[in-house]
């Protein structure tokens, strides 16, 4: 064991929650069973294999009220390996879920034997004319991203589409806000390949797949001929089917696949969806993609209740709203603690309601005549104007519609961590005729009331479709007794009274799976029953999720949500962090840090589970998050996960390491030195010794405290500054700690970064300042992301009063050549500054380097330009919202500008991808695929250590904008 190891029990919360009923039991701390972790290894290798139980416990949970721990998780890696398992599932009596992103709602992505991780080997897009082939791990957001370049866009549009899967999203005929009936999976897919249960692979859009389908499963080819011949024999079903689809329905199988298509591979495509894994695995997508209208128009409208609101709806139907969105009093105070939303909808009336309207259109006159339309109908609507921030008038800035838009899709986040502590959050979606939504809204909010619920509702009005949110306690035997009863009264009602749609949107799930033949009999259910048994003889593939004979089914596995640390404790496990996040595919994502957390939360304080889950903890969660809080911009009510890890870094440090972290700080100024000589001197060492004594002094002291050498790292700095002069001077500039350690890469002619942007400044006639002090100072970021409070706080305090005197009081902006070193003075440093230096922080005004650069274009002159640039926008840029202006410098000195669609943060984080290579290789993995396809002239960023990790994962050498813009400007 290293020197320096932590003690894990650092880890352990203060105070448990006590053994909770549904806590891991103490038989599962080894993990997945031997005999079954030994047979998967041997089939498919051990790297594929996960079988700690902390593996299972991280897998166990999923953005629904469910949690089911598996066996054990397989990470597929390929079609092959998928049809292995289903073969080891058959010859073994095991069952098999599939699970990509686990956005699903009601217990989808959840197992309790196998569960195979289909999201991290499958993304990929390719378009191919007006169609899309899309991998079935590839979120609808980075598939639109790609489309948005040929003016095309996917039809399902699901709120959680930054997270959600296309494999997903099919599965479950996910709709979303414009979707409907017309442009969700069922309607635009054009075809699929799938892996069914037997190992058949079938490519439903093959010229011959008919043929082969009927040579390798004649059963199933026969099969589906005679359900199809059996249903269309019977006018009465055929009536049933149809009338049911005429309104968005989820719920049980597409029957409506045997009326619609005319050959056994295009039945098992219209099967597909919605059939939630239980009758293959969808391998490969190809959507019919829809034209992308670029022009928008919204409004959000206030009404005085739900019923007013959802009586105006067919209004906006008729004049022709992609989009009307309702949300009542509930929805729209919680959205308020939503970033960008007005903070005055806190105080909105309980009763209140909104609709948001949006027209979208390929051209302005098109536009216009839609809001002309739209415009007209308010003076008869019954509006009101309850809060300051409410308009009722369509605007077309995209900032005011992003904020509607922002509020919208929090829906479930927002209300779910406005729950009451303890209590887990039920998700139902259902749809009733569209002409009958006003009665439906006012019936659902009786009948909450009469079973003591103050719930939540919103929904896509303009198809009639309505989510409601609940939240109980489900270790509290009177309160699953209350749930049980609503949703009993909640299915007769929706069925009865409304003949709507149990699920409209979020398929069957667990929850609604006991109520199938309510809503479609007897008749229509036992040919569901019948299909799977045809597609599924042996039942390998998802038991209990979309059938299920059990009248309790929707109670059982209900999950408790212990309180954790306060800044984790809202997180609804909803998964829209996990995309962001660098170390999703090597360790633990955010939500998943925060579901093992709760897990120890559940266990008593001698459990051997407990034991476990804190020994993998410490690497898993701590030494791999990157810290770059981006976590925290992807999660709709702004949990930052990174700064609970760092708090853990925090409380794993001993008083001697606390102490040492400051008095580096307190002599930063050899520090400085020593580490730039140290740089001089391994310029002449040679990579392969560097790498063998630093692999050693890792191995004897601790991996997170001696960084690895790398042959990318660059040569060290000039020792001195260029001249510049303080009288005159428009700025005052900052070299970051690590430009005047480490010097430009390797190859590099011409000024250093330093010089670059003294001259680009000069240039444009304001001059900059560098102060001669400079030695000794620092952001404070090398201490604020290691968790070193002490010498955090000795650094920032020294920076901000260095800073005060260098910008005479504030009065010249501070210019930082770093975009991490920007956002660390701007923002990080506040929490650990005294009182009298928050308010001289107060009057800084700091600007990246980039924002300067963008404000001098227009006193420059470009006077030669390259072919191409790729950009690695930092995370930092994200924080501070300075990526379009990183574009709008490395355009006026390219004639090509690309950034990745798969952009990501590259966790170098300092010296972490130092310290741990593995975390950056697997966070630039597929940002590196896209890079390295093709040639570029020049691979910019605008962070010296963001550039090494880049340079480290592509192989190609990455530098400043800064240093092209200079010689793009050079006389």
């Known amino acids: 064991m290293p020197l320096l190891e932590p003690d894990p029990e650092a880890l352990r919360p203060?105070?448990?929650?006590?053994?909770?009923?549904?806590?891991?039991?103490?038989a599962r701390s080894g993990g997945t069973p031997a005999e079954l972790r030994d047979g998967l290894t041997a089939l498919l290798g051990p790297g594929k294999v996960l079988s700690r139980v902390s593996d299972l416990v991280r897998y166990a949970s999923d953005a629904s009220p469910y949690r089911f721990v598996p066996q054990v998780v397989v990470v597929a890696e390929s079609v092959a390996d998928v049809s292995a398992v289903f073969g080891y599932a058959h010859r073994h009596g095991r069952h098999v879920v599939l699970r990509a992103a686990g956005t699903s709602l009601n217990g989808q992505a959840q197992g309790e034997d196998i569960l195979m991780d289909v999201?991290?080997?499958?993304?990929?897009?390719?378009?191919?004319?007006?169609?899309?082939?899309?991998?079935?791990?590839?979120?609808?957001?980075?598939?639109?991203?790609?489309?948005?370049?040929?003016?095309?866009?996917?039809?399902?549009?699901?709120?959680?589409?930054?997270?959600?899967?296309?494999?997903?999203?099919?599965?479950?005929?996910?709709?979303g806000m414009t979707a409907g009936t017309t442009r969700n999976s069922y309607r635009t897919l054009a075809s699929l390949t799938v892996v069914l249960p037997s190992g058949t692979i079938v490519d439903t859009a093959a010229p011959d797949a008919d043929r082969l389908l009927a040579e390798r499963e004649p059963a199933l080819c026969a099969g589906l001929s005679a359900l199809k011949a059996e249903i269309e024999a019977d006018p009465e079903l055929v009536r049933r089917i149809r009338a049911k689809y005429e309104i968005k329905n989820t719920n049980g199988y597409r029957l409506d696949a045997f009326l619609d298509a005319s050959s056994p591979a295009a039945i098992l495509r219209g099967l597909m969806v919605g059939s939630e894994g239980t009758f293959g695995f969808i391998a490969e997508t190809v959507f019919d993609t829809l034209p992308l209208h670029r022009l928008v128009s919204a409004a959000l409208l206030f009404f005085p209740t739900l019923r007013a609101a959802a009586a105006a709806v067919p209004l906006f139907n008729e004049a022709g709203a992609l989009a009307v969105e309702l949300m009542d009093g509930n929805t729209l105070r919680a959205s308020a603690a939503v970033p960008g939303v007005p903070a005055d909808w806190a105080g909105l009336p309980r009763e209140t309601a909104a609709l948001l309207v949006e027209f979208r259109a390929p051209d302005e006159v098109t536009l216009a005549a839609a809001e002309q339309v739209a415009v007209g109908l308010l003076g008869g609507l019954p509006l009101i104007t309850p809060v300051a921030t409410a308009t009722n008038a369509f605007t077309r800035d995209p900032a005011t519609v992003g904020g509607y838009w922002r509020a919208r899709k929090a829906f479930v986040t927002a209300i779910?961590?406005?729950?009451?502590?303890?209590?887990?959050?039920?998700?139902?979606?259902?749809?009733?005729?569209?002409?009958?939504?006003?009665d439906a809204c006012e019936e659902l909010l009786a009948l909450q009331a009469e079973h003591g619920f103050d719930a939540a509702v919103a929904g896509h009005a303009a198809h009639g479709n309505l989510h409601f949110l609940l939240a109980f306690d489900p270790a509290d035997r009177g309160d699953l007794d209350r749930?049980?009863?609503?949703?009993?009264?909640?299915?007769?009602?929706?069925?009865?009274?409304?003949?709507?749609?149990?699920?409209?949107?979020?398929?069957?799930?667990?929850?609604?799976?006991?109520?199938?033949?309510?809503?479609?009999?007897?008749?229509?259910?036992?040919?569901?029953?019948?299909?799977?048994?045809?597609?599924?003889?042996?039942?390998?593939?998802?038991?209990?999720?979309?059938?299920?004979?059990d009248p309790a089914a929707h109670l059982r596995g209900l999950k408790t949500i212990p309180r954790v640390e306060p800044i984790a404790d809202p997180c609804i496990e909803c998964g829209f962090c996990e995309p962001t996040c660098p170390s999703g595919d090597l360790t633990t994502t955010p939500r998943q840090r925060i579901v093992l957390r709760r897990e120890l939360m559940r266990q008593p304080?001698?459990?051997?589970?407990?034991?476990?889950?804190?020994?993998?903890?410490?690497?898993?969660?701590?030494?791999?998050?990157?810290?770059?809080?981006l976590c925290r911009l992807a999660c709709p009510v702004g949990i930052d996960t990174g700064a609970l890890m760092r708090e853990f870094r925090h409380q794993r440090h001993s008083p001697r390491e606390e102490r040492t972290a400051a008095l580096f700080a307190e002599h930063f100024t050899a520090v400085e030195r020593s580490a730039r000589l140290a740089v001089r001197a391994a310029e002449r060492i040679g990579d392969r010794l560097l790498e063998t004594a630093t692999g050693l002094a890792r191995r004897a002291v601790r991996p997170d405290l001696v960084p690895a050498w790398l042959p990318e790292v660059p040569g060290a700095a000039e020792r001195t500054m260029p001249p510049t002069s303080r009288p005159g001077a428009a700025a005052v500039y900052y070299p970051a700690c690590v430009n005047r350690i480490f010097g430009e890469p390797a190859g590099h002619q011409?000024?250093?970064?330093?010089?670059?942007l003294v001259a680009v400044s000069a240039r444009a006639g304001r001059p900059v300042w560098i102060p001669s002090e400079l030695a000794g100072t620092c952001c404070a970021t090398i201490w604020h992301s290691k968790g070193y409070d002490r010498g955090n706080a000795v650094m920032a305090n020294r920076i901000v009063e260095a800073a005060w005197g260098w910008t005479a009081g504030g009065r010249l902006p501070l210019v930082v050549d770093a975009s991490s070193c920007t956002l660390g003075l701007a923002r990080e440093v506040v929490s650990y500054l005294t009182a009298r230096n928050r308010e001289l922080h107060a009057g800084l005004t700091v600007l990246d380097s980039i924002v300067w650069a963008a404000d001098l274009l227009p006193?420059?002159?470009?006077?030669?330009?390259?072919?191409?640039?790729?950009?690695?926008?930092?995370?930092?840029?994200?924080?501070l919202g300075d990526e379009e202006q990183l574009r709008t410098v490395a355009a006026a000195c390219a004639d090509e500008v690309?950034?990745?669609d798969d952009a990501g943060c590259c966790a170098f984080a300092g010296d972490r991808g130092l310290l741990h290579r593995e975390l950056t290789e697997s966070a630039t993995a597929r940002e590196a695929t896209e890079v390295t396809a093709r040639q570029f002239t020049a691979h910019l960023s605008a962070n010296r250590m963001c550039e090494l990790g880049m340079e480290h994962a592509t192989g190609r050498p990455y530098h400043s904008v800064l240093l092209e813009l200079e010689r793009a400007t050079r006389p």
């Open 859 to 879: 006193d420059l002159t470009v006077l030669r330009t390259i072919g191409s640039a790729v950009l690695h926008p930092t995370c930092s840029m994200r924080h």
């Open 898 to 900: 690309v950034t990745p």
């Open 119 to 175: 999201r991290r080997h499958w993304a990929g897009i390719e378009v191919e004319g007006d169609r899309a082939r899309i991998r079935p791990g590839t979120t609808v957001a980075r598939a639109n991203a790609t489309l948005a370049r040929h003016g095309r866009v996917l039809g399902p549009d699901p709120a959680s589409a930054i997270a959600c899967t296309l494999g997903g999203v099919v599965a479950n005929n996910s709709s």
């Open 416 to 438: 779910g961590s406005a729950r009451p502590p303890g209590t887990t959050l039920i998700t139902e979606d259902f749809a009733v005729p569209p002409s009958r939504l006003a």
């Open 605 to 629: 304080a001698d459990s051997p589970v407990g034991a476990e889950l804190l020994a993998a903890y410490g690497y898993d969660a701590v030494d791999t998050c990157a810290g770059d809080s």
């Open 750 to 756: 011409g000024p250093n970064l330093p010089e670059a």
């Open 483 to 549: 749930y049980a009863a609503f949703m009993t009264a909640f299915c007769e009602l929706t069925v009865r009274r409304f003949d709507g749609s149990l699920k409209a949107e979020h398929a069957t799930g667990r929850n609604v799976a006991p109520f199938l033949e309510l809503e479609w009999g007897p008749r229509a259910t036992e040919l569901m029953w019948r299909t799977k048994q045809l597609l599924d003889p042996n039942g390998i593939l998802a038991p209990r999720v979309v059938l299920d004979r």
């Open 14 to 26: 203060a105070v448990l929650a006590g053994p909770a009923h549904d806590r891991v039991g103490a």
